[in-house]
């Protein structure tokens, strides 16, 4: 018995340092033979939906995606046996996305158009950043998390705002234009207002009044406003995040605000551009 379990934990250590491993030979090879695997899948589900493709190599794609799958079925089950601590990687960011990798598959066998959404598989390119291990590439992937999570109140309130305007405009839209212009409903008018909005535009529905028209122009120029909006809230806490932490300096403090986040050679606070002392 002895034995046995010293043998089990022997390929347990050995395929834990493969999978997880990305500094070893073994591991380096595993994940670059993986990443190849995800490719050739994200590509095989692409030309499936290629009519032509699809009508002549449909059984050898379909053959192809199964085997990708089983391989990529093994190594999620590997991944759980060979570390100490399996629901936290089954819970995780990569365990959910690995998992969200192989079950469109199986649930083909009982809904077919379900294997369209291997496609997900893609996410797992993400594992490129942990093999990378390039220090720039995940100091700038931190800052960006945080940057998205320091805005996210904002751009929730932003979202409230835009929301509570569609409806506004929608329903103006519907009182103004009428059945006539295509404004037959007021969530068909919600819709033209969103689609103006985020200035996509498709041209389906479209004011014929002059009064409409004009209400379109206000919207159009508010769309370019709101594109704006949250890519500024983002780069203002990314900035944020970057100087805090390349640039944290605990000498200077301001008297006004009491921040202590500043380039060395600053005059001015950053948060509230109080002059600095020397």
């Known amino acids: 018995m002895t034995k046995n379990k010293s043998k089990y934990d022997l390929f347990r250590q050995k395929t834990q340092i493969i999978l997880y491993g990305s500094n070893t030979i073994l591991g380096r090879m595993f994940d670059l033979v993986l990443l190849g695997l995800i490719l050739l899948s994200v590509l095989l589900v692409m030309m499936d939906t290629v009519e032509g493709i699809n ?8 053959i192809c995606e199964w085997i990708i799958t089983v391989f990529f079925t093994i190594e999620f089950i590997l991944r759980i046996i060979s570390i100490q601590k399996p629901i936290k990687y089954i819970f995780s960011f990569y365990g959910i996305i690995d998992l969200m990798a192989i079950l469109p598959m199986y649930l083909s066998i009982f809904f077919p158009a379900t294997n369209v959404l291997t496609i997900v598989r893609v996410l797992r390119f993400f594992r490129l950043f942990k093999i990378l291990h390039i220090p720039q590439i995940s100091q700038q992937s931190i800052q960006l998390r945080e940057a998205m ?5 904002k751009i929730l309130v932003f979202i409230y705002f835009v929301v509570i305007s569609a409806i506004i405009i929608g329903s103006l839209m519907y009182v103004v234009e009428g059945k006539e212009s295509g404004f037959t409903s007021i969530p068909m008018g919600i819709y033209w207002a969103i689609v103006t909005l985020t200035t996509v535009g498709y041209g389906d529905i479209s004011p014929a009044s002059p009064l409409g028209q004009f209400l379109a122009s206000l919207v159009m120029i508010m769309g370019y406003g709101i594109i704006a909006v949250p890519t500024g809230i983002v780069t203002a806490e990314f900035a944020k995040s970057s100087l805090k932490s390349n640039s944290i300096s605990t000498k200077k403090k301001c008297r006004k605000c009491h921040s202590q986040v500043h380039f060395d050679n600053a005059k001015y606070c950053y948060e509230c551009g109080e002059t600095l002392p020397d």
Request: proline content about 0%; glycine content about 0%.
């Open 149 to 153: 999570e320091a805005s996210k109140e």
């Open 55 to 62: 009508h002549k190599y449909h059984t050898q794609l379909l």
